[in-house]
């Protein structure tokens, strides 16, 4: 019996969290700019809400969004980011 390797699984948040930050990370998306929402990640990359909420969650801990409440969630500066820019693969 093959035995799992280690960190090869990924959640659905970190799957739906990939191409987000493949946007802001290749500057398809600006710095300042409305983030799309938690739904409206969700409803592109075909996944649940709470998984839309997990993705931005993990966005924000990397430093490439930053979360307003009651305004919402917007790109920081390329320059504000975190040493870890590249998106997982």
């Known amino acids: 019996m093959t035995k799992p390797t280690i960190g090869a699984r990924r959640t659905v948040a970190d799957q739906v969290s990939i191409e987000p930050q ?3 990370v ?3 998306i600006d710095p300042g700019q409305p983030f799309p929402s938690q739904c409206e990640i969700a ?6 809400r709470a998984s839309g909420r997990e993705a931005i969650s993990a966005l924000s801990a ?3 969004v930053q979360v307003e409440h009651g305004r919402g969630v917007f790109v920081r500066a390329h320059n504000e980011q975190s040493s870890s820019e590249s998106p997982e693969n």
């Open 62 to 64: 990397a430093g490439l």
């Open 43 to 48: 409803a592109r990359l075909g996944a649940s």
């Open 22 to 24: 493949r946007m802001i």
């Open 26 to 28: 290749e500057e398809k």
